[in-house]
């Protein structure tokens, strides 16, 4: 395993994961996916400290708004809670930014550990899943099955990289492509989930017809279909059983 290729949390004996993280940040040592969790979880501080302070001058000025002079007081108070309010609106906006961060983090580090990957390659898979909207679980174990996340795998066929294009069908989703093209990570992969989700429209949201379509070719597994057979080779289930593991 390559130092730093991974995204792993290491325990230090502290029962405050966070403080561990900033401990090892301060000395260098901290991953990347800990920088962007800890980043995340400052933006929530953050924003719960404003509210705090907001809900704190809210009782002061109504304690304030009591007294002798409460025209003026209200006058303040309101303007008061008006600044309070529209900050409160933008903190909600950028705390529902850093929850929806936060998860998309904690989904990477779930499948990096998950298929011992690079976190850089699970980011990639997981953002083109949703991009080209796959279930990024299926994406994850589409890859294993077709190159065991080899971006150079090259099959006998000719099918090219993570998802096993075939130069071929790229061509069809991308016109102009060159197959030296398919062996960039981002690339093959937004061609490779692309040509998925067609299969799916295709076969009316069928997920084991548009795997076997996948791996077989459309032609092949219509063809099969209409004479009456069964287009299965064990392919669809071998990558809806590695889901589940």
Do not use: C
């Amino acid at each position: 395993m390559m130092p730093g290729g991974f995204w792993r949390w290491e325990y230090d004996g502290s029962n405050d994961r966070r403080a561990s993280t900033l401990h090892q940040w301060e000395h260098g040592t901290v991953t990347t996916a800990q920088r962007f969790r800890s980043r995340a979880w400052k933006a929530v501080r953050v924003s719960a400290k404003v509210i705090a302070i907001g809900a704190i001058a809210f009782v002061a000025g109504a304690a304030v708004a009591a007294g002798p002079d409460s025209a003026i007081a209200n006058a303040q108070l309101r303007g008061q809670l008006g600044r309070l309010e529209s900050t409160l609106q933008a903190r909600e906006g950028e705390l529902a930014l850093a929850r929806l961060e936060m998860k998309r983090l904690q989904a990477i580090v779930r499948y990096s550990d998950k298929y011992d990957i690079p976190a850089d390659l699970a980011a990639a898979i997981y953002d083109a899943a949703r991009a080209e909207g796959i279930d990024p679980a299926l994406a994850f174990s589409l890859v294993r099955v077709e190159s065991e996340f080899r971006s150079r795998a090259v099959s006998s066929m000719g099918a090219v990289g993570l998802t096993q294009v075939m130069p071929s069908t790229a061509q069809i989703l991308q016109p102009g492509i060159e197959r030296a093209q398919l062996f960039d990570r981002d690339t093959n992969l937004r061609l490779g989930f692309r040509y998925l989700n067609e299969m799916l429209r295709q076969y009316k949201g069928d997920l084991r017809l548009a795997l076997l379509a996948y791996n077989r070719g459309p032609g092949r597994v219509d063809e099969i279909l209409r004479g009456g057979g069964d287009p299965s080779n064990g392919y669809a289930s071998k990558v809806l059983g590695r889901q589940s593991e």
